[in-house]
């Protein structure tokens, strides 16, 4: 391994509009068993105490969970791509920090789900061989996303190792 590829903190910060993406998707999370759970309270009276209890319960832990962690995120989640290596660190409660020099790297790969693309955001995923998986760099702009899959594509190309 080159000696200037070592564990350390990434300095990239996620697109800032990923808050608003996933405060989205937590509170769609959210919503929609509060929803069926409260159709289910209005058509089947028998169970509507239960069903209640159960909404309460989704929207009083649901509902700050969908409102914190977010932001949380966003505070934690870094990347950084260099000559030698691609640096990421991600989680919430449990944080990640993962290295992929070049020359391990298999794959790079792009996604934009529905949600995504509504706030013109892209993933980005660099496959190795590792058995702790793929790295993800989550909530990019879509545009700089392209662009980094290309300049992964070109230095792994340039950085010819065994990438296993």
Known sequence: MNEGVRLRPPRNRVERRAVGYWLTNELVSVAVPAVVLTVLAVLITPARPWLLLALGIVLVVGLPYALVVPFWRYRVHRWEVTEDA???????????????????????????????????????????????????????????????????????????????
């Open 86 to 164: 691609v640096y990421t660190r991600t989680g919430w409660l449990w944080q990640e920090w993962r290295i992929a020099p070049m020359s391990r790297i298999q794959t790079v790969d792009t996604a934009r789900g529905p949600l995504e693309q509504l706030f013109g955001l892209a993933s980005v995923t660099v496959t190795t061989a590792s058995a702790a998986g793929p790295l993800k760099i989550p909530g990019l702009d879509h545009e700089l996303a392209a662009g980094l899959v290309e300049r992964l594509t070109e230095s792994t190309q340039a950085h010819r190792g065994d990438a296993t």
